[in-house]
Nanobody, 116 residues
Framework: VQLVESGGGLVQPGGSLRLSCAAS????????MSWYRQAPGKERELVAA????????NYADSVKGRFSISRDNAKNTGYLQMNSLKPEDTAVYYC??????????WGQGTLVTVSS
């Protein structure tokens, strides 16, 4: 049972990145998927979430209009498209999958650094 994030890196302000979250060992398509982030010295915060079939999404106010969460259940993979990145988006980004009565799974995180 695991989630593996990829796609992080260094990007200039105003740039874009696409994070991926590959799931294995469980029924990913039945889990709500979310992206969280944790900046240095700050608590982990929810960035975006998507329902199991992808029909409902939610975003933190700080990323609305810039980030887009999606998933491809056929590939057991979730995504976070990040556009118009700002220095304050710098953080370790974590993928999370959760299901009522089944618990949750966390990825190991991927670092996103927005800097010129």
């Amino acid at each position: 049972v695991q989630l593996v994030e990829s796609g992080g890196g260094l990007v200039q302000p105003g740039g874009s990145l696409r994070l991926s979250c590959a799931a294995s060992g469980f029924s990913f398509s039945t889990y709500v998927m979310s992206w969280y982030r944790q900046a240095p010295g700050k608590e982990r915060e929810l960035v975006a979430a998507i329902s199991s079939v992808g029909g409902t999404t939610n975003y933190a106010d700080s990323v609305k209009g810039r980030f887009s969460i999606s998933r491809d259940n056929a590939k057991n993979t979730g995504y976070l498209q990040m556009n118009s990145l700002k220095p304050e988006d710098t953080a370790v980004y974590y993928c999370n999958a959760r299901k009522l009565y089944a618990g949750e799974v966390w990825g190991q995180g991927t670092l996103v650094t927005v800097s010129s």
